[in-house]
Every structure is written in C-alpha cells, then in structure tokens.
Nanobody, 122 residues
Framework: QVQLVESGGGLVQAGGSLRLSCAASGRTFSSYGMGWFRQAPGKEREFVAAVNWSGGYTYYADSVKGRFTISRDNAKKALFLQMNSLKPEDTAVYYC???????????????WGQGTQVTVSS
C-alpha cells in the first residue's frame, strides 16, 4: 500500500513556474508507475503526466507537452512535476497517483493523494 501527499501548489502569474512534489510512504514505491492528474472546477479529472517505475519512460498530455516535466526519485520515495510557462487554463487541483502499471486513465490508478491547488492568474 502507498500513501501519497502532494505539496508545492500555490498562486502564480501566467508564464511563471511551480514545482509540485508528492511524498510517498510504503516500502514498494519503486514498483509503482506514477501519474499526475488535475481537476478544474466543473470539469472531469484529466491526465497530465505519467512515469514508469524506473523513470525511464514518461508520458504527457498534449496540453502540457513541452512545458511540464515529470520525474521521480525512488531513493527518496518522491514524485515531481516541474511546471513552466504556466497558463490560466492550468488552474486546477493537482493529484498524484500510483498504479501497478502506468497509464493515462484515472481508473488505472490505485492510490491517490489529497491534491494541491494550483492557480494561475492572467
């Protein structure tokens, strides 16, 4: 089992950057594929980025490709999302999630954090 806690959200102006972190507890973090999802008010939760267990393979939603970078540190049991060139449409609650495999559908993920708010002002 994995417990996940996100941090690093906040208010930033358009064009700015934020780095989200997700701290994991549990002994098997390195065996999980990890993902970031986001949910804006009135919208469904959507895929942002994912990384496989080793960090060797990454996947991105088209809307964030080239601006966001997902990474992980298995020794520290941590997941990161570096977000650059932020846009007002990136405003959402961001969630990290763990999966026994790696995918882009939220139904594929078994464990979720509580979320961290990211607000991008224009």
């Amino acid at each position: 089992q994995v417990q996940l806690v996100e941090s690093g959200g906040g208010l930033v102006q358009a064009g700015g950057s934020l780095r989200l972190s997700c701290a994991a507890s549990g002994r098997t973090f390195s065996s999980y594929g990890m993902g970031w999802f986001r949910q804006a008010p009135g919208k469904e939760r959507e895929f942002v980025a994912a990384v496989n267990w080793s960090g060797g393979y990454t996947y991105y939603a088209d809307s964030v490709k080239g601006r966001f970078t997902i990474s992980r540190d298995n020794a520290k049991k941590a997941l990161f999302l570096q977000m650059n060139s932020l846009k007002p449409e990136d405003t959402a609650v961001y969630y990290c999630a763990a999966s026994s495999r790696v995918g882009i559908r939220h139904s594929e993920y078994d464990y979720w954090g509580q979320g961290t708010q990211v607000t991008v002002s224009s």
